[in-house]
Each structure stands twice: as structure tokens, then as C-alpha cells.
């Protein structure tokens, strides 16, 4: 065992020796069933061999240990510290002379808050009910509402000489800080910035505090990260913090939709001006040619007409009519003087006889 | 050598033993030891570590902790000076820097962490009464929080996203807690290290009322969110009507000038041809006049004409009667 648990303190964070082992009386029952085999006069003297053999095969027992290769052992003579001891297989004094401390310094080591992953074992984590980890993440926030934050504290055992003599419970002290942290942190930060928008500077913060008091501490702990977890609203407001949330997707959509009748309609009616002016273009220069062509040819005839214009005028004028007449159904000639027939002649009878 | 004094060599070794074990006694390096001889602590607490020696028997060693000590605080409720029920949950670091005073006082670590409770608990409930409850949530006075950038500006005014405004600060309050906490602890050999809120939290009772004002608050947020978006869209449909009309009226405009110019450049062009002379102008006339007869008479035309005109004055005579001026009627039959 390690020295500590023999003077009255509490245990060590890591307070199992590499040595004590629980065969021990067996194995020391199995030697004396032995002795009594090879030594079967007995007597005072056969007890006394018995008892050096004993002392001999304990003092073997407890005189080596292994420091697995993530670890360091801190090793104590008569409890003063002596030395660190490397990874591998080392021998000691026996009878609890010396006594070795093994501290995993390598090891990533992580403490979690709000949740517990199976298997994940941090010492202290599985002691704590289940009520312990709600009351955990109930946070307040900088604007006075409540928030459920879980996060996840990395750390490593820097410094195994501070970590074993200078605070009684580094661990559970560092749960302390971090939880006293993150609630400082929350704290100056308000619910909207806690659950989305801030995450990563508040991640950033409390680390950069949790650090400042490890040192301050001296508990010779390092830590590498602080990651947030799950955030979320206390469970009766959750719904109305996704109500905010639909609002939200609603007003996109609803302005969407006004956005998808505007450009049903303008590109179109943007298009149909240009085709109204293409077009209205289009009967400008139709105009414009017709009346060229007109004028041209009016000037052309006029030039011609100039030169004998009754006689011309006469031929238009009977050509005219003569194009005209054919087609009319009814035709009425009369004399100038018998203008009193007039009245009685039934038009709709009148049917055309052709010349 | 006989039975009898084989059993006393026995007997004095293990008293020897005996003896030695109870005159040596180890120190650890994580703690100090108080000596007291019967029951009276003698001497300077042993500090350094490792093998030591005493007197045997009459002497006894008390190991003292030399580490760091945590005193860890169970939650309690008490009111703010907002009279606001809270649960506070507060952890101290603490150091036995005078054993023996520490011995003397308090013996034992049970006594002391019993001291640590009454002290803590009691400054820590003056502390809270003293202090309205956003004191002890926030830190930096004049932190300015990152905004939602989907949050308006009328919601800005609504000191929504916004903290609550703080005079002090939960470390200030820390340290009252400390300082007064800290003088009285002094007494019994301990040294208070520091003092920090480890959880604050609403009372049962009050949350629901705390999760009422959250929803609400959410609500209207959401509420904004619809209208803004209704409004928007009303915006957009009118932007729509807007620019339709716009459009369709430019082109109309557009559409009206361009025949307008087209039609006067034709009149200009017509004019420049037509009215060249008065012998142009009548002959226009005469044209155009025959012209339209072609497309004005069509097959239901009833037609009158007198003999007097141009075309059936040679029906009555070879000659026509003078010059009679081309006299015609006519009109629709309906």
C-alpha cells in the first residue's frame, strides 16, 4: 500500500500501490503447508526457519514493481519523497519502506459534465447520482434565463510530484473549477449566444480560465480542452426556442414565396415591353417605307401626269370605274330630266344585269 | 540452554521490538506531524518528511494534512436582495497553516470542515441578500454580447440579446465572501485560499416562473419573426404590382411615341410629296378619290348614275352637252 493510507491521511487520487497483493496469505499458507512437509519434526527451531522464510518471501513480495508505460511512479522513503521512476520493472526497499505511487502522466484524462459515457472512467464520474449530472448543466445566463449545458474537460497529469502532495483532491478540485468556470463563462454570455452563436468563444474562454486557476492552484494538472457538449434550453421552454426556430424558416419562406411571384411576373412583363416596342418599332419603319413608296410613286406619276394631265385624268378616271363597275350588283342609269322615278324604285328587288 | 531461557530471549526481542516501533514514526511528505505527551502537544509540529523518532509510549503523533484542502459546500437556498430564491452552491480552498493553533481549536478535520460550513454558509447568505441576483451571474461589467444577426433593430431596442446590466460582479462578490470569511477562519490555524460559486441556480420553486418569462420571451421573438416575414412578403407583392405597372406603362409610353414620331415622319414625307404645287395638291386628290372608290364600292353598292355624267354621257348622244362636271351618288344599299 502506499504510504499514505497508513498515516491517517486520506488515500492518494491514485492511492493503489503497485505492491499489496491479496494472494499474499495464500501463498504464504501454501509455503508453510510446504515447510511442514520438508521439516516434519516441528519444534521451536522448525518455527523459527519458518518465520525467516515468511519474512524472506515477503520481503520479496513487496520489493518489486512495474510502472506501466504511460505512467511514472513517484516512490517515497519512510513517506519522503525520493525519486520519479520510469516505465518498466524496478525493486524498492521492502516492508513499506518504500512505497510507489503510480500516476498514468501520459494518459489523456477527461472529466465530463452532464453525461457520463459508459466506460469512458473518470474516478469520480461514476460516484455521482443521476440528479448530480442534471444539476450540473443548469446554468443561468447573462440575461437572466436558464440554459442546460454539457461539456467535457481534457487534461493530462503534468506534474505527478504537485499532483500527489500539493492538493488533497486534484480531480474532484478540478471539477470544482471547471464547473465554477463554465458558470462564470455562461454567465457573462446571454441564452442566445450560450445555445448558438457563441459556443466556441465560450469554449475558448473557459479554457483559457480553467488553465489560469490549474496554475494558480498548483495542482499539477494541464488541461488541453474544454469542448462543449449538448446546449439546450430547460426542457419546458425547448418547444418555444423551436418556435422561434419554425418563425424563422416561416419568414424565409413566406418571403420566398412573395419573391417567386414577383419574378413570375416581371421578367415577363420587362419582355413584353421590349416585344411592344420591338413591335412598335417594327410599324414606324413600315409607316415611314410605305410613305416613301407612296410619295415615290405619287411623284413618279405626277412628273408623267404634268406633261398631259386631262388626258391622263380622264384615263384614271375611266379606267377607275371601269375596274369598279363590273363588281357592283346593281347598277341604275338615269336621265337627267326623269328624276321623278326615283321615289318609286324598290332597291332590294333591283337585280344587277351585267353589261 | 534451557526452556526458560530461550522464552525470555524471546520475550525481550519482541519488547525490543516493541519498543523500537513505537519510539519511530514516518512522515509523509503531505503532511505534519503535532507530538503530544499525554494528550499535551510538546514541541514545534514536525514539517519535513520521512523517519523520525519519539519518546515511546508517552508520546503520540497527530498527523495534520500540509496539502491544499477543499471544502466543498452543499447547495442551500436563500434569497437575493431582488427577493429571488436561489440555490447557491459555493467551494472554498483552504490550508492548515498553524497546527498546532488548528490542534488546539479544532482537533480534528471533521470539526474543521464543520467551522468552514457554518463561516461560508453564513457569509456567503449576506453576501447573496446584499447583492441583487445578476451580480452574482455576471463577471465583466462591460462585456458586449455577440448579436443574432437575424435579431432587427427594434428587437435590439427591446433588450432582447442583451445583458443585464452589473455594478459589481460575481468576483467582486467572491472576494466580499472571502475577505470577510477569511479573518474569522484565521483564528482557528487555517487559511482560507479562495472562495468560488461552483453552481447558482433558481429555486425550485421560482424556475417555472423563470421558464414563463423564457417562453414569452421567445414567443414574441417568434411572433416578429412571422410578421417580419408577412411584412416582407407584402412589401415584395407590392414591388410586384409596382414595377408591373411601371413596365407596361414605359412600354406604353414607348409604344405611343414611337407610332407618333412614325406617323408624323409618314405626314412629313406625304406633305413633301403632295403639296409640291397646287397642281400636285388637285391631282393627290384626284388619285387618292379614285383610289378609295376601289376598295369603297363592292358588290352591294347600289349605284345611281344620271347620263349626265362623265362616263354614260355618250349614251344619250355622240356629243356630250357641254362640259358637265362628273356628278355621281352613291351609297350603301343598308
Redesign the interface.
Known amino acids: 500500500m502506499s504510504?499514505?493510507n497508513?498515516?491517517?491521511?486520506r488515500g492518494?487520487p491514485w492511492g493503489s500501490g503497485a505492491n499489496s497483493g491479496p494472494g499474499f496469505e495464500d501463498l504464504f499458507r501454501q509455503a508453510q503447508d510446504r515447510l511442514k512437509q520438508i521439516l516434519p519434526s516441528g519444534g521451536?527451531r522448525g518455527l523459527i526457519v519458518l518465520a525467516v522464510l515468511a519474512l524472506a518471501a515477503l520481503g520479496a513480495w513487496t520489493s518489486y514493481y512495474t510502472v506501466p508505460s504511460d505512467s511514472v511512479a513517484v516512490v517515497?522513503?519512510?513517506?519522503?519523497?525520493n525519486k520519479d521512476v520510469p516505465p518498466g520493472l524496478h525493486f524498492k526497499l521492502p516492508f513499506g519502506i518504500d512505497a510507489a505511487t503510480i500516476v498514468p502522466v501520459k494518459r489523456q484524462l477527461k472529466q465530463e459534465f452532464g453525461f457520463t459515457t459508459p466506460g469512458a472512467g473518470d474516478l469520480y464520474q461514476g460516484r455521482r447520482p443521476r440528479d448530480e449530472k442534471t444539476?450540473?448543466t443548469?446554468?443561468?445566463?447573462?440575461?437572466?434565463?436558464?440554459a442546460l449545458v454539457e461539456w467535457v474537460v481534457q487534461y493530462r497529469i503534468s506534474d505527478p510530484v504537485k499532483f500527489?502532495?500539493?492538493?488533497?483532491?486534484p480531480t474532484?478540485?478540478l471539477r470544482?473549477?471547471s464547473?465554477?468556470v463554465m458558470?462564470?463563462v455562461v454567465?457573462?454570455?446571454?441564452?442566445?449566444?450560450v445555445i448558438?452563436?457563441?459556443r466556441q468563444?465560450i469554449e475558448s474562454e473557459a479554457l483559457t480560465k480553467m488553465q489560469a486557476l490549474s496554475t494558480k492552484?498548483?495542482m499539477g494538472i494541464s488541461i488541453d480542452q474544454v469542448q462543449l457538449k449538448n446546449i439546450n434550453?430547460?426542457e419546458?421552454?425547448q418547444?418555444?426556442?423551436n418556435?422561434?426556430n419554425?418563425?424563422?424558416q416561416?419568414?424565409?419562406?413566406?418571403?420566398n414565396?412573395?419573391?417567386r411571384?414577383?419574378n413570375k411576373?416581371?421578367p415577363l412583363?420587362?419582355g413584353?415591353?421590349d416585344q411592344?416596342?420591338r413591335?412598335?418599332?417594327g410599324?414606324?419603319?413600315k409607316?415611314?417605307n410605305?410613305?416613301?413608296g407612296?410619295?415615290?410613286r405619287?411623284?413618279a406619276?405626277?412628273a408623267e401626269?404634268?406633261k398631259a394631265?386631262e388626258v391622263t385624268?380622264?384615263r384614271?378616271?375611266?379606267e377607275?370605274?371601269q375596274?369598279?363597275?363590273p363588281?357592283?350588283?346593281?347598277?341604275?342609269?338615269?336621265?337627267?330630266q326623269t328624276r321623278s322615278i326615283?321615289p318609286l324604285l324598290n332597291?332590294?328587288s333591283?337585280k344587277g344585269d351585267r353589261p | 540452554m534451557n526452556k526458560i531461557t530461550r522464552i525470555v530471549i524471546l520475550a525481550v526481542l519482541g519488547i525490543g521490538t516493541y519498543v523500537l516501533m513505537s519510539s519511530v514514526y514516518t512522515v509523509s511528505e503531505v503532511e505534519q506531524m503535532i507530538i503530544t505527551q499525554f494528550g499535551k502537544p510538546v514541541g514545534a509540529p514536525v514539517t519535513s518528511a520521512g523517519l523520525k523518532v519519539k519518546v515511546p509510549f508517552i508520546q503520540d503523533v497527530n498527523p495534520i494534512d500540509k496539502r491544499v484542502l477543499e471544502w466543498d459546500g452543499s447547495p442551500s437556498d436563500m434569497p437575493t436582495k431582488d427577493k429571488l430564491y436561489i440555490s447557491v452552491d459555493i467551494f472554498a480552498r483552504w490550508r492548515i497553516t498553524d497546527p498546532l493553533q488548528y490542534f488546539l481549536r479544532l482537533r480534528d478535520e471533521r470539526s474543521a470542515q464543520s467551522r468552514l460550513d457554518d463561516i461560508l454558509g453564513s457569509e456567503t447568505r449576506n453576501a447573496v441578500a446584499k447583492h441583487e441576483l445578476i451580480e452574482i451571474i455576471r463577471t465583466t461589467k462591460d462585456r458586449v454580447p455577440l448579436r443574432d444577426a437575424l435579431l432587427t433593430d427594434a428587437e435590439r431596442e427591446q433588450d432582447i440579446g442583451s445583458l443585464v446590466p452589473i455594478q459589481k460582479g460575481r468576483k467582486l462578490v467572491e472576494q466580499e465572501i472571502f475577505a470577510a470569511a477569511a479573518e474569522k477562519i484565521r483564528v482557528f490555524g487555517i487559511e482560507l485560499l479562495d472562495i468560488r460559486f461552483k453552481r447558482i441556480n433558481y429555486n425550485e420553486s421560482v424556475r417555472p416562473k423563470i421558464y414563463d418569462r423564457m417562453i414569452s420571451e421567445r414567443r414574441q421573438i417568434a411572433e416578429r419573426f412571422l410578421s417580419e416575414g408577412n411584412g416582407e412578403a407584402a412589401r415584395i407583392r407590392g414591388n410586384r404590382v409596382r414595377d408591373l405597372n411601371k413596365i407596361q406603362s414605359e412600354a406604353y409610353w414607348k409604344v405611343e411615341e414611337i407610332r407618333g414620331l412614325a406617323d408624323a415622319k409618314a405626314t412629313e414625307i406625304y406633305s413633301g410629296a403632295y403639296n409640291k404645287s397646287p397642281e400636285a395638291v388637285e391631282f393627290y386628290e384626284f388619285t387618292r378619290t379614285m383610289q378609295a372608290y376601289k376598295s369603297i364600292i363592292a358588290e352591294n353598292t347600289t349605284l345611281i348614275l344620271s347620263t349626265g355624267s362623265d362616263l354614260f354621257k355618250f349614251l344619250k348622244g355622240m356629243t356630250p352637252d357641254g362640259d358637265v362636271d362628273p356628278h355621281k351618288r352613291s351609297g350603301d344599299s343598308r
Open positions: 504510504s499514505q497508513g498515516n491517517g491521511g492518494g521451536p517515497q522513503r519512510f513517506g519522503q519523497y444539476r450540473e443548469q446554468m443561468v445566463t447573462g440575461d437572466l434565463n436558464a500527489l502532495f500539493e492538493v488533497r483532491e474532484e478540485t470544482y473549477v464547473e465554477s458558470r462564470e454567465g457573462d454570455r446571454t441564452v442566445d449566444e448558438t452563436i457563441g468563444e492552484y498548483a434550453p430547460p419546458p421552454v418547444e418555444s426556442f418556435e422561434v419554425q418563425a424563422q416561416e419568414k424565409e419562406k413566406l418571403i414565396e412573395a419573391r411571384d414577383y411576373v416581371i412583363a420587362e413584353e415591353k411592344r416596342i413591335e412598335a418599332d410599324y414606324r419603319l409607316r415611314i410605305e410613305a416613301e407612296d410619295a415615290a405619287f411623284n406619276l405626277f401626269y404634268s394631265p385624268r380622264r384614271i378616271y375611266i377607275t370605274l375596274d369598279v363597275m363588281g357592283i350588283r346593281s347598277k341604275i342609269i338615269v336621265d337627267e326615283l332597291l332590294d333591283q
